[in-house]
């Protein structure tokens, strides 16, 4: 059992506020690029399917926008008054990527905001998509430049620190170092497969309860086709993260899998317990996976958890939360693959209902698997806030009010997560995409009339 003290409260308020901001800021980053493909084919296939996915979407994408502002500036808020000795030590290194985050967001919204009042307003649609490109780019650096942040904090650099003092500021140093190039990308992946998966649940449910109109179906499609290049695009960041732990965090890799001894050839270990001299019990174990997981070579030397110090080890319980964040990715896969795989072959039914419902879990266990990853990756840092020269209990914040603090956050986030669900409800639950796509695409309802007589 841990003990409720201050530093603990802290850990626990910004944890509530990542995971609750991670939703958000996932699909920021992931649903512009699906409008921005949705409206595309429209144009091209002269499909008005198409053009009215991209208008809807954008329209819930708003709503979510709205949230994660609220929500990212509830942990700028945090980071200096919950974990003031962190910002005093790391604030002037990475000020440059926090001020260019929030450049990125507003480049982002001014952009979004053009793009929301300009449907219909050109004679070729091909300009008013044009405009969907800066807000794909606005959302994706946003990501880019707050994981730069993050990768510091794993891999400190451009600084030197002399008597408690920084100095020989190196911005840029510290915003690329060897963490980013593989944070970066498996942070911008998965949130592009994260959000064409939920996206994807919206469409498989909405055929497995409505019976589909050809809206529905070519949504499916569209997303789950979506779905299947990010996870392919996810695995192979997931693998060179892999690779970068084995060098630079050993621990972390080591505490994750479960590998207490250095040695050659080693197992990856999936699922099982531990008994309590720290013996793998009932796990499934792949014979040297590990090794090849960490350097490419099924006989590398693995480094275990032996080599670090008691006091500076991940706690052991990381093990599932990498192990779950691995099979959601693995299982979004092989959905995707064993949807598409049916479409192309004629004579089966890529909509039978054991597709559709694993296409509908897929979304909410894809953005399960977002949470996981990030449990993963800052409690896998522990004890470190700023690894190898900061622990978290040092960074905390001494206030005797943190507990009233994460009581009123809380409130904030029950009141702003209620408030999204009802708000998407009404917008989409009393406007159907069938009568829209009548009201604003008259041919649509002509042919379909002139079919059905």
Not at 346 to 371: D, F
Request: overall charge negative; glycine content about 8%; hydrophobic content about 50%.
């Amino acid at each position: 059992m841990f003990e409720l003290d201050g530093a603990m409260i802290s850990r626990l308020l910004t944890s509530m506020t990542l995971l609750f901001h991670a939703i958000f800021a996932t699909l920021g980053v992931g649903v512009p690029v699906l409008v921005s493909v949705s409206e595309l084919i429209g144009i091209k296939k002269k499909d008005p399917h198409y053009t009215l996915l991209a208008r809807r979407w954008t329209r819930g994408y708003t709503i979510t926008v709205a949230v994660g502002v609220v929500t990212g500036t509830a942990i700028g808020l945090q980071l200096s008054l919950i974990w003031p000795s962190f910002m005093q030590l790391a604030g002037n290194v990475i000020a440059l990527p926090l001020f260019m985050e929030t450049f990125a967001f507003f480049f982002e919204a001014i952009f979004l905001g053009i793009y929301l009042y300009t449907w219909d307003r050109f004679k070729n649609p091909i300009y008013h998509w044009l405009l969907s490109i800066p807000v794909v780019i606005g959302g994706t650096l946003s990501a880019f430049f707050i994981t730069t942040v993050n990768s510091f904090m794993n891999q400190p650099q451009g600084f030197e620190l002399e008597n408690g003092t920084v100095t020989s500021i190196d911005p840029l140093a510290a915003m690329f170092n060897p963490a980013t190039p593989t944070k970066v990308f498996h942070v911008i992946s998965s949130s592009y497969l994260t959000a064409a998966a939920v996206l994807g649940t919206i469409a498989a449910i909405s055929i497995l309860f409505k019976k589909g109109s050809a809206y529905h179906k070519k949504a499916l499609k569209l997303t789950v086709s979506l779905t299947f290049i990010f996870a392919i695009m996810t695995a192979v960041a997931g693998d060179l993260s892999a690779k970068f732990l084995a060098e630079y965090q050993p621990e972390k890799l080591a505490a994750g899998e479960w590998h207490f001894d250095t040695e050659e050839g080693a197992d990856l270990i999936v699922f099982g317990t531990l008994d309590e001299n720290n013996e793998v019990q009932n796990a499934i174990r792949i014979p040297n996976a590990l090794s090849f997981l960490a350097h490419g070579d099924f006989n590398a030397e693995v480094e275990g958890l032996e080599e670090t110090p008691e006091d500076e080890r991940p706690p052991l319980w990381i093990h599932y939360m990498f192990d779950l964040m691995v099979s959601i990715g693995f299982y979004t896969l092989g959905i995707s693959m064993l949807f598409l795989v049916f479409w192309k072959v004629k004579k089966w039914n890529e909509h039978n209902k054991l597709i559709l419902t694993g296409l509908a879990l897929a979304g909410p266990l894809s953005m399960l698997a977002v949470e996981f990853g990030w449990i993963y990756a800052e409690v896998g840092r522990q004890p470190w806030i700023m690894r190898g020269f900061m622990t978290v209990t040092e960074a905390a914040t001494t206030s005797p009010h943190i507990g009233a603090m994460f009581i009123l956050f809380f409130a904030l986030y029950v009141v702003l997560g209620t408030g999204c669900v009802v708000v998407l409800r009404k917008m989409f639950k009393n406007n159907p995409a069938e009568i829209e796509l009548e009201h604003r695409f008259p041919q649509v309802a002509a042919t379909k009339e002139d079919d059905n007589s």
